[in-house]
């Protein structure tokens, strides 16, 4: 045998050997392992953190999570959580909307708990989940009242969902989740496909599906982002 072959048979056992290490370290401690601040707080009693789970009828899907959410805003919900949906839609008890979340505070994490909860929420995403849709140029001041008519008078939007009136004040219908500071909660590629096809997500609940273009779609889209209101 020659030098040279000596070497490259030692070189590819180096390969072997170290993609088995790899292998075994990898599944020993993967980076996505579920934290157990999951089952210590039960979030599986009230969310499905998988579409194989059964759909829970105490609290939103979170199986799409990384799709869904900025990051910095789970950050910040699961340490000190803010009321979302005013109306308790996920129990069964508030028939009539009158149990109102805040006397049912979200459970909170502590800071270390948190990044490790987050980190893993963000690794939930669906297979096949298109992004670039939206592109970061917002509306321009007359589209944005056109899509402004769109939301509040042709489709109801406003019916259902919290938004702002001209002057900043918070109005609009509590039966779906408010969507003022939106933008710093949901992707917007995420709020695209919720409007466009949200069987994506097998949601079968309370909002109706609008038969939208992908250019209306994708106003649509920006006017949501654009609800902001400064602290
Ligand atoms: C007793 C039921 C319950 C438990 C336990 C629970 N949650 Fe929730 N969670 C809810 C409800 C209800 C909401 C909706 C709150 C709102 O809209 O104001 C919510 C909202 C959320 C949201 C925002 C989702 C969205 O679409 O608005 C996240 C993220 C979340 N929970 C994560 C968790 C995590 C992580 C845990 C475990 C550490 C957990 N929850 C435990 C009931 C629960
Ligand atoms: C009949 C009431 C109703 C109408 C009208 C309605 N929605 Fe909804 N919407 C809901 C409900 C209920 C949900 C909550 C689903 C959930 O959290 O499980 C929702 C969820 C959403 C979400 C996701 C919010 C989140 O945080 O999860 C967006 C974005 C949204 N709607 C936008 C719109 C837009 C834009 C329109 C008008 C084109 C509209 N909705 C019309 C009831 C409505």
């Known amino acids: ?6 070497g ?57 999570a990384g799709d869904k959410f900025y990051k910095n805003w789970l ?7 803010t009321v979302i949906r005013e109306v308790n839609v996920f129990s069964e008890s508030d028939f009539l909307g009158k149990k109102h979340k805040a006397n049912n505070p979200h459970v909170a994490l502590t800071k270390e708990g948190v990044e490790r909860v987050a980190s893993f929420l963000m690794t939930l995403r669906l297979p096949n989940f298109e992004v670039g849709k939206v ?15 769109l939301f509040e008078r042709s489709f109801g939007c406003i019916s259902c969902h919290r938004a702002l009136n001209l002057v900043g004040k918070v109005r609009g219908g509590v039966s779906g989740p ?18 466009k096809t949200p069987q994506k997500f097998m949601y079968e609940g309370g909002m109706p ?23």
Request: overall charge positive; aromatic content about 12%; proline content about 6%.
């Open 1 to 6: 045998m020659s030098q040279s072959s000596i």
């Open 8 to 64: 490259r048979d030692f070189n590819k056992l180096r390969m072997i050997v170290s993609t088995l290490l790899f292998w075994y370290f990898g599944s020993v401690f993967p980076v996505w392992a579920e934290p157990k601040e999951i089952d210590t707080n039960g979030c599986r009693e009230c969310h499905r953190l998988s579409s194989k789970e059964k759909k829970s009828d105490k609290g939103p899907d979170l199986f799409y």
């Open 75 to 81: 950050n910040k919900f699961l340490q000190s959580p």
């Open 135 to 149: 592109s970061k140029e917002p509306l321009s001041k007359g589209e944005r009242a056109q899509t402004k008519i």
């Open 178 to 195: 408010s969507l003022v500071n939106s933008g710093l909660r949901l992707k917007p590629d995420w709020i695209f496909h919720w409007l």
């Open 209 to 231: 599906v609008f038969d939208l273009d992908d250019e209306t779609t994708i106003r649509i889209t920006k006017y949501i982002l654009s609800i902001r209101k400064n602290p």
